[in-house]
């Protein structure tokens, strides 16, 4: 099988399961605890959040570890919100994942905020003045992803996030995609919230950090025993820290050069794709998106025919968020970009990790092109 949906989700890598795994067997203390087994926990459990931190660029303290991508979201968009006395507005995008739509749609809801959502362009690119236009003095919050988990568009956040400082509001950003191919220095990116998860990393599903910027307000989701400063209370998942912070690091370490050589395996992919299957049309920026990502649209097919197909012929992609699959409505991204809801539908997304090759790519052109000729009765061009 060619595994091509890496922005769903990753495998373990051996050597985060091989930190891990100490503190899943002997060392299996609970970091709370005050004797010798809870001491060895919570050693491990700063050691991660050290290395996390080392990664982002700030204070350790500054590090919550959370269950994933969506908790980090809730807690940045609602927590801070609430804790914030400015106002009862936020601005964001209509791209956004699930889990930051659905965080401002019950602050609306249930806490009276008016939310401003700014449009895209068709490549699903936010304009940076756009939102500055639309900060108000009431503005508690901006939240926009750092790049989009579809169709893999970057975002201009260090602009956004500096609109957003000097209009006195506070920005978050969504940078589950973007770990591991972007950089992710929060002082350089200039934001003051920022999500990450493990498993898009290397790391097991349940385990994700959110960056909080110090002495920033913000209101606990999960009230308990007040861990994590109090910002997220439960039992602390010691080893899953502690295999985030090995990939986080892992992924870190070989981003320069990983990047820039799936970029270009990304390109030679997306350059044959639209000379070779039939109709295909290129979703998101063709610059300005992640290395890995490449995601069209093929009039005259379903997305879902698609993937079934080339599951049948041994090739494994989506047609956009895992979060939504199963969905028959189509794609909220794709529709923002301004695409017509049955062009939507027939969207599929490849998303490339660092040991994909050039031969497994070359490989799902030729199924592809045969797969979409197949559906749309159109005659393929692959060689």
């Known amino acids: 099988m060619i595994y091509l949906d890496n922005a769903a989700t990753s495998p373990v890598r051996r050597a985060v399961l091989e930190r891990m795994w100490p503190y899943l067997t002997e060392e299996f203390g609970n970091p709370s605890s005050s004797h010798e087994y809870g001491r060895q926990a919570a050693i491990a459990l700063k050691q991660a959040r050290d290395r996390v931190a080392g990664v ?42 699930e889990a930051v ?24 690119l936010v304009d940076a003045d756009e939102v500055g236009r639309a900060l108000r003095p ?13 169709v893999g568009t970057v ?36 934001v003051d919230a920022l999500a990450i998860s493990g498993h898009k990393l290397g790391a097991p599903k349940g385990i994700g950090a959110l960056y909080l910027r110090r002495g920033m307000s913000v209101e ?10 109090g910002r997220r209370s439960g039992t602390e998942n010691v080893a899953g820290a502690v295999g985030l912070a090995e990939a986080l690091e892992l992924a870190e370490a070989a981003r ?3 990047a820039q050589r799936i970029a270009e395996l990304r390109d ?21 998106r992640l290395p890995a990502n490449a995601s069209f649209c093929f009039p005259g097919t379903s997305g879902e025919a698609v993937l079934l197909d080339l599951e049948r012929r ?54 592809l092109a045969d797969s979409v000729a197949g559906l749309s009765g159109h005659p393929s061009t692959a060689s």
């Open 314 to 367: 041994g090739i494994i992609c989506s047609s956009g968020s895992a979060c939504a699959a199963g969905s028959d409505e189509p794609s909220h991204v794709l529709v923002a970009m301004g695409m017509d809801a049955e062009l939507a539908q027939t969207a599929v997304r490849f998303t490339l990790s660092e040991s994909t090759t050039a031969d497994e790519l070359a490989a799902t052109v030729t199924a």
């Open 220 to 229: 606990a989701t999960l009230h308990g025993g007040g861990q994590e400063r």
């Open 56 to 97: 982002l660029g700030c204070r350790a303290a500054e590090v919550v570890f959370t269950s994933g991508g969506t908790e980090s979201d809730n807690l940045a968009i609602i927590g801070v919100a609430l804790a914030t006395p400015r106002g009862r507005h936020i601005v964001t995008t209509p791209i956004e994942h």
């Open 256 to 258: 320069p050069r990983s």
């Open 268 to 288: 030679a992919f997306i350059g044959r794709v639209l000379a070779e299957v039939p109709g295909a049309r290129l979703t998101g920026h063709r610059r300005l």
């Open 138 to 150: 009431d503005t508690t919050l901006v939240s926009v992803m750092y790049a989009n988990n579809e």
């Open 101 to 124: 739509i659905e965080s401002c749609g019950y602050l609306a809801r249930q806490h009276g905020f008016e939310v401003t959502v700014v449009g895209v362009d068709a490549d699903g």
């Open 155 to 190: 975002q201009p956040i260090r602009r956004i996030a500096q609109l957003a400082t000097d209009a006195g509001a506070r920005m978050h950003t969504d940078a589950v995609q973007a770990a591991g191919w972007l950089p992710l220095d929060v002082a350089t990116l200039g």
